[in-house]
């Protein structure tokens, strides 16, 4: 089973600032469009920010402007850098992975993390 190992969540203030990673293998990241979602318990998991192998990146309407995605290839890792954040991103966010054959932007997606806590309150 692939496991795709994230880091960076926790509690911080409004305003403040994360960075979540998470690191997939380098067979997965090298050819997966890697993605972050949240999902805040009792409502839908919610697509943050997605980011094909070639650097093409989509972002959610209510994070634009304020969360980044990137990706180190020579580390396998995705990165969410945060700012900006709002009580309303508390959630728990997942990477996942989405192989190169499905839709631009992906809607399905073949592996995922164990999700990480963000939590923002004063």
């Known amino acids: 089973q692939v496991q795709l190992v994230e880091s960076g969540g926790g509690l911080v203030q409004p305003g403040g600032s994360l960075r979540l990673s998470c690191v997939a293998p380098t067979t997965i990241f090298e050819i997966h469009r890697m993605a972050w979602h949240r999902q805040v318990p009792g409502k839908q998991r919610e697509l943050v920010a997605v980011?094909?192998?070639?650097?093409?990146?989509n972002y959610a309407d209510s994070v634009k402007g304020r969360f980044t995605i990137s990706r180190d290839n020579s580390k396998n890792t995705v990165y969410l850098q945060m700012n900006s954040l709002k009580p309303e991103d508390t959630a728990v966010y997942y990477c996942?992975?989405?192989?190169?054959?499905?839709?631009?932007?992906?809607?399905?997606?073949?592996?995922w993390g164990q999700g990480t806590q963000v939590t923002v309150s004063l």
């Open positions: 980011m094909s192998s070639r650097g093409d990146t």
């Open positions: 996942a992975a989405a192989r190169p054959l499905t839709t631009w932007p992906p809607r399905d997606y073949d592996y």
